[in-house]
T-cell receptor, first 115, second 112 residues
């Protein structure tokens, strides 16, 4: 157990729907990162929050949004889902705000299947 | 901008044989380098990291990597693999002002 908790583990939904993925960071970590892992794109950075504020943005689609709450858990919202959004979504956390200077601890991922 | 290339997408290897996973990066500034491992149905775990100092870095589970600045490489090695080393391995690079960037991954399949 890495200490980073992601729910749900698996999710199957239909095109056009909206889903929310949840992440609780490791105790003491203030940064949360979201990554998308798919066969064709590999591991893609989506977005990072540090202590409630957006810190960095990657290849995140406009249909996707995220936030980090006062208790530091984070949610990734995916809307108007398309078949191509099927992927494994990872959350990672770290102590500080800079991804390179801090080791990232990953959760086990949420597997999203869009039918 | 920085990028990471893992030259082999798959590496089959027999148990107790050595393995080397190749990683090359491009960056115009100094970098930090990482290797992560992803076991089946799990998240990524840090194997080792290079921040500064000795170019030979030792990690967990008997892995080590060597930073070569002139060749912009950070190859991962293990002298004798076990069945339990079957996993996907990711090289990652970070430079100031950038995000952590991962390579495409190398799948290692250890055969008995």
């Amino acid at each position: 157990d890495s200490g980073v908790t992601q729910t749900p583990k698996h999710l199957i939904t239909a095109t056009g729907q909206r889903v929310t993925l949840r992440c609780s960071p490791r105790s003491g970590d203030l940064s949360v990162y979201w990554y998308q892992q798919s066969l064709d794109q590999g591991l893609q950075f989506l977005i990072q929050y540090y202590n409630g504020e957006e810190r960095a943005k990657g290849n995140i689609l406009e249909r996707f949004s995220a936030q980090q709450f006062p208790d530091l858990h984070s949610e990734l919202n995916l809307s108007s889902l398309e078949l191509g959004d099927s992927a494994l979504y990872f959350c990672a956390s770290s102590v500080g705000p800079v991804s390179g200077a801090n080791v990232l601890t990953f959760g086990a991922g949420s597997r999203l299947t869009v039918l | 901008a920085q990028s990471v290339t893992q030259l082999d997408s798959q590496v089959p290897v027999f148990e107790e044989a050595p393995v080397e996973l190749r990683c090359n990066y491009s960056s115009s500034v100094s970098v930090y380098l990482f290797w992560y491992v992803q076991y089946p149905n799990q998240g990524l775990q840090l194997l080792l990291k290079y921040l500064s100092g000795s170019t030979l870095v030792k990690g967990i589970n008997g892995f080590e990597a060597e930073f070569n600045k002139s060749q912009t490489s950070f190859h991962l090695r293990k002298p004798s693999v076990h069945i339990s080393d079957t996993a996907e391995y990711f090289c990652a690079v970070w430079a100031a002002g950038n995000k952590l960037t991962f390579g495409g991954g190398t799948r290692v399949l250890v055969k008995p």
